[in-house]
């Protein structure tokens, strides 16, 4: 573990100074950084800030103001329920809420288990399918309140399994 | 290959132009078949990346590869039917075309030539069948101008787009030394405003910063459609990347620019690709970079990634964020095209804006003017969705009537619904009832009826939407996005949301309703941005056109659409119910019990409301009510 950790430090000070030649690349940097860690804690945040010459503050107020960037861990499957307009009106608060009542978590959280994280999206712009949930990278359309627990389930006794025979830790 | 004089172009056109121009319908006898699979983001979420393999696979199969080219293409704006494959010559479109449906396409009509009838559109109401795309009445109805390479052009290869004319409106200006001035005029007098939703003349913003003698100049797109429910942007980047890439180096000419940036959502994946691959392809060929076509006038593009702050629509926050700061608004003026990214004037299109300017300048600005109303020239994509038949993108010329867009081209209300509103503008627009539906739309038509144009999404709702729920929600989600910087915007749309939970909640009283009036017109007069001052316009407008509502949820304590949760009771219908357990699996609360043979209850104090046993009943036992009207205590 500790190695892999080297080596995402060593990616991320070298995206670091491949943008260090334009300016206003903050944005970008903490794009790269989050895909290299998955998230950005602080001691990501303080490496950028020492690297770029910047405080901290200035580089977590970034992180804070933008939606798209997390500051805690995601779970294996993270779950987006599209709460645009035209999902909504299509019924995807109740999507959302029977997803919370399923999981027993609130918006942005991780299961105990580690292996879902919802959050709800603002329109991902596939209006034509609504309501749409985005189960990691899968698009669900025409979803219903109805087809959470079967999600849930199949995603549940998949991941165990592969887990399983992973055989992890 | 390079280009460097108009010739080159020509070059490329002549090359292309057989078989982009067989897509249109002239058939140049060339015997190829040609496979046009819609890969914008909604086909695309729709499996169409499964039907390109597939196709692949069963051509190979066939041998049919040197007959047949399968391509990519942006989108044709009839989302609700896809994924859509349209086969040319023939223009023969097919929609809704599964994994399973490609061997008989494959089959049939690739190789013997033959239609496959089933998958073709069959119009409702008359049931007739349209063979192709032009018989289509969605597509009838509509008049493409800046939409119109989407769905005939690959957006991945720039040859496909020079053979549209495709930067030659750029080659044109540059070879012939047109002055810069002469630009302008063309673009002011061609009446065109910008499409983001405030509606600034563009050829006026430009004239401002091409006169600031302070420099570098940056050109700047605002491609952050931050909007809920709008994808007019998206589809434009996804379908014909290199119109707005074109527009952006005239643009940088007019006002004396060399470096543009395109501000794009990090949450359109697609359209982030497709201008990655425009801007190499550009670049490669010197369509972008140093001495554009041996004038000396250079001009390149950066992407910036927006993060998902809605507030950034708004050009002063877009400005910080673009130089990867917090995007937080400032006052103005000064404005961009005075002081703009790094202190520099800077001009601020909406990508919509940009994809006018290549069509004005080819096809000139009387032509131009001559479509639209008085005050707003030219067309607009408006982006339909919510209770409506034909989910999709369209475009129209600016001053068609709400009744055309939402009845006509969008086929009216699914399952038998009456209309009850059309939401324009988005988060900062409004909502606007049956009474103005034959009125022509434009900029200032519908901020006379409190709404706003905004980039151009339109929600269409029935009777089973409640308004001052929808109003909750776009309230909701400014609250959400306000950025807080001012006192007006930060606390006045919390204090406001606060209200409407009591309304919704069942809670507030008459008085509640009038200082929600009150507060609403306070945010909007003293907020700092454009984010504030429109954030109570959703209210505002519900306020004035469905006030009625507003009191049945205060006086009477019931939500007349059955929409507010705390204001709903469920109940099982003891004669539909046949004891299946299905609702008791899907309620995640256990408020649902019962036992075999006997219809199942729903305990109130536990029910959450969250109307996952209803979707999951198959009798449509379960049953969803106001709540009876409790006595008012005065």
Known sequence: MPAGLDEKMRELVKTIDRYSAEPGQLIGILREAQDIFGYLPEKVQTCIAWRMSIPVSEVNGVVTFYSFFDTRPKGRRLLNVCMGTACYVKGAQAIFDAFKSHLGIDEGETTADGLFTLKSTRCIGACGLAPVVVDGTEVHGRFTAGGVSELLGQKRTGDHAAGGAGGRE | ?634
């Open chain 2, 1 to 634: 290959m390079q280009v460097s004089r108009i010739d080159d172009l020509k070059k490329v056109k002549e090359q292309y132009l057989p078989l982009v121009g067989s897509r249109l319908g002239h058939d140049g006898g060339s015997g190829l078949a040609q496979v046009m699979v819609c890969s914008g983001t909604a086909c695309a979420s729709s499996e169409s990346r499964v039907l390109l393999q597939e196709l692949a696979a069963q051509i190979a199969g066939r041998g049919l590869q040197e007959r047949v080219r399968v391509l990519k293409t942006g989108c044709f704006g009839f989302c609700q039917q896809g994924p859509v494959v349209m086969v040319h010559p023939g223009g023969v479109f097919y929609c809704r075309v599964k994994k399973e449906d490609i061997e008989k396409l494959v089959g049939k009509h690739l190789a013997e030539g033959q239609v496959v009838e089933e998958l073709l559109y069959h119009e409702p109401g008359s049931g007739r069948k349209a063979g192709k795309i032009n018989e289509i009445h969605f597509f009838q109805a509509q008049r493409r101008i800046v939409l119109r390479n989407c769905g005939v052009i690959n957006p991945e290869d720039i040859n496909e787009y020079i053979a549209r004319d495709g930067y030659l409106a750029l080659g044109e200006i540059l070879e012939n030394r047109r002055s810069r001035q002469e630009v302008i005029d063309i673009v002011s007098r061609s009446g065109l405003r910008g499409r983001g939703g405030a509606g600034f003349p563009t050829g006026r913003k430009w004239e401002l910063a091409a006169t600031q003698e302070n420099t570098p100049k940056y050109v700047l797109c605002n491609a952050d459609e931050g909007d809920p429910g709008a994808f007019m942007d998206r589809s434009i980047l996804e379908g014909d990347p290199h119109g707005v890439l074109e527009a952006m180096a005239v643009a940088g000419y007019c006002i004396g620019a060399n470096q543009g940036y395109i501000y794009v959502r990090a949450e359109y994946p697609i359209a982030v690709e497709r201008l990655q691959i425009a801007l190499k392809q550009a670049k490669e060929m010197g369509l972008l970079g140093k001495s554009l076509f041996g004038s000396g006038f250079d001009f390149d593009v950066a992407l910036r990634f927006g993060a998902g702050a809605f507030v950034c629509g708004e050009e002063t926050a877009l400005l910080q964020s673009v130089m990867g700061g917090r995007g937080e608004p400032r006052p103005r003026p000064p404005y961009p095209v005075q002081e703009g990214l790094w202190g520099k004037p800077t001009v601020i299109n909406n990508v919509e804006t940009f994809a006018n300017i290549p069509v004005i300048l080819r096809e000139g600005w009387e032509w131009y003017s001559g479509q639209g109303t008085a005050t707003s020239k030219g067309s607009k994509v408006f982006s339909l969705a919510g209770k409506i038949n034909n989910t999709g993108l369209i475009e129209v010329p600016m001053g068609t009537t709400l009744r055309t867009i939402i009845f006509d081209i969008g086929g009216g209300i699914p399952g038998g619904q009456r209309f009850k509103a059309v939401q324009t503008g988005g988060p900062s627009g409004g909502c606007i009832p049956a009474e103005h539906l034959d009125r022509p739309i434009d900029y200032d038509s519908l901020r006379e009826i409190g709404s706003m144009m905004g980039s151009g999404g339109m929600i269409v709702m029935d009777e089973s939407d409640c308004m001052v729920d929808i109003a909750r929600f776009y309230l909701e989600f400014t609250q959400d996005e306000s950025c807080g910087r001012c006192t007006p915007c930060r606390v006045g749309t919390r204090r406001m949301l606060e209200i409407f939970q009591k309304i919704t909640g069942g809670q507030a009283g008459m008085e509640d309703l009038d200082l929600l009036a009150e507060l609403s017109r306070d945010v909007r007069d003293a907020s700092l941005c454009g984010l504030g001052q429109t954030a109570p316009n959703p209210v505002l407008s519900t306020m004035r056109y469905f006030y009625d509502e507003y009191v049945a949820h205060v006086r009477d304590k019931v939500c007349p659409a059955g929409v507010c949760r705390d204001l709903l009771t469920y109940t099982v219908d003891k004669e539909k119910c046949v004891a299946c357990g299905l609702c008791a699996k899907a309620c995640a609360v256990g408020a649902l019990t019962g036992e075999p043979k006997k219809p199942y209850q729903i305990d109130p104090e536990k029910c959450v409301r969250c109307a996952a046993c209803l979707a999951k009943c198959p009798k449509e036992a379960i049953r969803r009510s106001s709540r009876v009207a409790a006595p008012v205590v005065e």
